[in-house]
């Protein structure tokens, strides 16, 4: 008896200690895919390795990065596409932290904990930064990262919030679109879906889009949420919806791109990407750029969706969104390799691995 | 080869979101009822292997008698040996097979449970790929919580040999089970614990004999180890 009494001691110091151990250790850097945002001459990305860099974007040499190279601190990785407003460059971590980095030097603004991991790019609105982070968004002044106030969706947040005319939209995985007071974080009204929100919802003209897990896209009225439209497909839609002129473009998991008129709801097209869309697409001077899962850039024609290139195969999935500046069209490819590819043939100008830059 | 193995597992979690679905969206519900199919279809292969781990420990004694015996004479030991296992019927190896054919479908049940509740977005995308379109619209979100090992070794010679790894396995696998998600810390404890029904139905108590005597329970001695520890044969 005296030998069972100290076993289960044992069993509870055993377990004293691995709670303890568990606490200081906290948990494991998740996998993330690293985006890119171009602003001028410059090129901002994120990384796996949780480190920020400013690359000259016409060659791809490394200007700065943060942290330097000689620091050992991490942000762990860097899912979304920093965001630069005004010189200032805005990113979330799985760290947990929101930070604001000088644009031009690579140096610390300001750091904001957020407690919970950032998947999402922030929006930034007339001086405010709205961040999703855990099962949170949080509104902060965006020149000192002082906390406005703060919402619970009690799901994951994983798209990025869109802010228009005084109102926050912001998806969850707990199916729901909840629309928020820009100034105070109250909430205006939901809405159910019939699956998990894990891409950001767009505002235009009046309508808020959004994909969900159903396999559907909703329009929904951004004042009474009252339902537009439904759009279909035949799997998930990550990827936020993009509204061009009168045209919706909706990527979906199902390796297609769609194409439906915003006011009548009919279909104006599909393009086969042969391979499963979370990015969402980008639209510059009439051609669409589609990333694919399997590693495939298209550039199609936004009116017909015909291939105007031969797509650009970068060999490992692009998960992040391209961007088109410059006359040129950059991507990351998983594994942070950044392409800049010309903007209207494909043809590739340079690469770089962000891990051997030096 | 990956794309056999990609289609097995994905018939798996397919399978598993398919009782997702059919238990009211339950996944701690549909993970149990999912482990323990899978351990009924494996049955057979598990009684095998039961049965032959117990027909090596009886003969456990009789070995260790033979390598006094023969102690300087290695080459006669092993002839000894092999003539032993050949008049008790017993294939040395007799446990290996049925645990080589069971394998990949536990790495399988495991992997499944693991993709179909992902924690990060590119977890998602990995069941994305692998799930049923019928299905798409079952997506369990993870959860975490402590889970303890219930595990133990058969026999009392093994729990001797074993004691400090019955220490650490524990500690270990809750540590393993807290960055993971909530659904393998069921799975866990489900396989555990229909591993040990069947194990009680082969082998009878073993080791935990002795443990259960000690907090009150009515068990026979230890010496009647070749009784079965209580089972009735």
């Known amino acids: 008896m005296n030998a069972f009494k100290a076993r289960i001691g044992l069993a509870l110091v055993a377990l004293v200690l691995l709670v303890a151990l568990s606490g200081c250790m906290g948990t494991p850097a998740a996998p993330v895919w690293s985006s890119v945002d171009v602003v001028g001459s410059k090129l901002f990305t994120g990384s796996q390795t949780g480190r920020v860099y400013a690359l000259d974007a016409a060659t791809g040499s490394k200007t700065w990065q943060y942290p330097a190279a000689e620091e050992k601190k991490s942000l762990v990785g860097t899912s979304p596409a920093p965001v630069i407003v005004n010189d200032v460059l805005y990113i979330g971590a799985l760290d947990s932290y929101v930070y604001a980095l000088d644009a031009n030097t690579g140096l610390q603004r300001w750091a904001f904990a957020a407690g919970g991991r950032i998947y999402a790019e922030a929006t930034v609105v007339d001086g405010k930064l709205y961040a999703a982070a855990g099962d949170k968004v949080f509104a902060l002044d965006a020149s000192n990262g002082a906390q406005q106030w703060e919402f619970v969706a009690n799901q994951p947040i994983w798209g990025r919030p869109a802010v228009s005319q005084g109102k926050v939209y912001v998806g969850s995985l707990n199916h729901k679109l909840y629309c928020l007071d820009a100034a105070t974080g109250q909430t205006q009204w939901e809405h159910e879906t019939g699956g998990a929100i894990a891409g950001g919802p767009v505002v235009a003209g009046g309508v808020v889009y959004v994909g969900s897990f159903d396999n559907k896209v909703y329009a929904l009225d951004a004042n009474d949420k009252s339902v537009r439209r439904e759009f279909t497909t035949g799997h998930w839609v990550w990827a936020s919806p993009l509204v061009v002129s009168d045209t919706l473009y909706v990527a979906s998991l199902d390796k297609k791109l769609y194409a439906f008129d915003v006011t009548s709801g009919a279909p104006r097209g599909t393009f086969d990407a042969k391979g499963m869309i979370r990015a969402t697409p980008t639209y510059a001077d009439g051609l669409l750029y589609v990333a694919t899962e399997s590693g495939t850039l298209w550039v199609l024609d936004a009116a017909t969706l015909q291939a105007k290139a031969p797509p650009f195969e970068a060999g490992k999935p692009i998960l992040g969104s391209a961007v088109v500046a410059n006359g040129l069209v950059y991507v990351s490819a998983y594994g942070d390799t950044v392409y800049a590819l010309d903007a209207q043939t494909g043809a590739q100008r340079w690469n770089v691995a962000l891990a051997k830059l030096k | ?233």
């Not at chain 2, 990956?2 to 519900?29: D, E, T, V």
Request: glycine share 10%; with cysteine.
């Open chain 2, 1 to 233: 080869m990956s794309q056999i193995w990609n289609g097995f597992l994905g018939l798996m979690l397919n399978s598993l979101m398919f009782l997702y679905g059919l238990l009211g969206r339950n996944f701690a519900l549909s993970i149990v009822v999912f482990t323990v199919l899978v351990r009924v279809v494996t049955l057979p292969f598990t009684i095998q292997q039961l049965r032959s781990t117990k027909a090596s420990q009886d003969m456990q004694p009789k070995l260790a008698e033979l390598q006094k015996k023969y102690k300087g004479d290695k080459e006669k030991l092993a002839e000894e040996q092999m003539k032993l296992y050949k008049e008790a019927g017993v294939n040395p190896l007799g446990c290996l097979v049925p645990t080589l054919i069971q394998f990949p479908i536990w790495i399988g049940l495991y992997q499944s449970i693991m993709n179909a509740a992902p924690d990060n977005p590119l977890q998602l995308l990995n069941l994305a790929r692998h799930i049923y379109p019928q299905f798409t619209h079952l997506v369990p979100l993870n959860v975490r919580f402590l889970w303890l090992n219930l595990g133990r070794a058969a026999t009392p010679e093994q729990a001797a040999q074993n004691q400090s790894m019955e220490l650490m396995m524990p500690m270990m696998f809750g540590f393993i089970t807290l960055q993971l998600a909530s659904g393998l810390g069921l799975y866990f404890v489900t396989t555990n614990i229909v591993g040990m029904v069947q194990q009680y139905f082969v082998s009878g108590l073993g080791g935990l004999a002795p443990l259960l005597r000690g907090i009150g329970g009515k068990v026979p001695a230890a010496g009647s180890k070749d009784k079965g520890y209580g089972r009735k044969k």
